[in-house]
């Protein structure tokens, strides 16, 4: 199985900061990566997916790069609304998915 | 609007089973796929499975072969997942998403609460 992980597992930043998170997969996924959004007591949010393709309704501050095995998630200017935990999720050739184990981006 | 209205929230002994529905709306169920993923309480993201809601196919994460089945019904538009032999490691909020044509999760219910306690 494809594992992923993420780094690094908790950030502590500011408002107007810009942020990047790494997520890398132990085999290339070629562009198979998405990534979400969760806030405390509620669902994930999509994104990004196929890498680097902004999710419908998503602020642009939002973006994703990467292919093979290395992956970033990078919000251009951190909003008080953008404070949470994200999470990159990766497709394989088996059909199966892995999720990262988290990012948490909290108040600096 | 396209969304997806889960069951209510389960409380189940060891060993039970527990069966989870999420019915979808808005959108032509036949043409996307149905993934269910759980979180332990202060824990991460665990995928569990998907279904194809074309043709039924499944394909499921290897720690819970055997023990997961994930079924849909096209003619209520309703995807299942069931559990079986219940065991306190399972109590998790259970999300099901549906998956879009890029293999991510872009809609997702609002989760289902399943406690497994004696």
């Known amino acids: 199985d494809i594992q992923m992980t993420q780094s690094p597992s908790t950030l502590s930043a500011s408002v107007g900061d810009r942020v990047t998170i790494t997520c890398r997969a132990s085999q290339s996924i070629s562009s198979w990566l998405a990534w979400y959004q969760q806030k405390p007591g509620k669902a994930p949010k999509l994104l990004i997916y196929?890498?680097?393709s902004l999710e419908s309704g998503v602020p642009s501050r939002f973006s994703g790069s990467g292919s093979g095995t290395e992956f970033t998630l990078t919000i251009s200017s951190l909003q008080p609304d953008d404070f949470a935990t994200y999470y990159c999720q990766q497709y394989s050739s088996y059909s199966l998915f892995t999720f990262g184990p988290g990012t948490k981006v909290d108040i600096k | 609007q396209v969304q997806l209205v889960q069951s209510g929230a389960e409380v189940k002994k060891p060993g039970a089973s527990v069966k989870v529905s999420c019915k979808s709306s808005g959108y032509t169920f036949t043409n996307f796929g149905i993934s269910w993923v759980r979180q332990a309480p202060g824990q991460g993201l665990e995928w569990m499975g998907w279904i194809s809601a074309y043709n039924g196919d499944t394909k499921y994460a290897q720690k819970l072969q055997g023990r997961v089945t994930m079924t849909t019904d096209t003619s209520t538009t309703t995807a299942y997942m069931e559990l079986r032999s219940l065991r306190s490691d399972d109590t998790a909020f259970y999300y099901c998403?549906?998956?879009?044509?890029?293999?991510?999760?872009?809609?997702w219910g609002l989760g289902t609460t399943v406690t497994v306690s004696s």
């Open positions: 196929k890498a680097s």
């Open positions: 998403a549906r998956v879009n044509y890029y293999y991510a999760l872009d809609v």
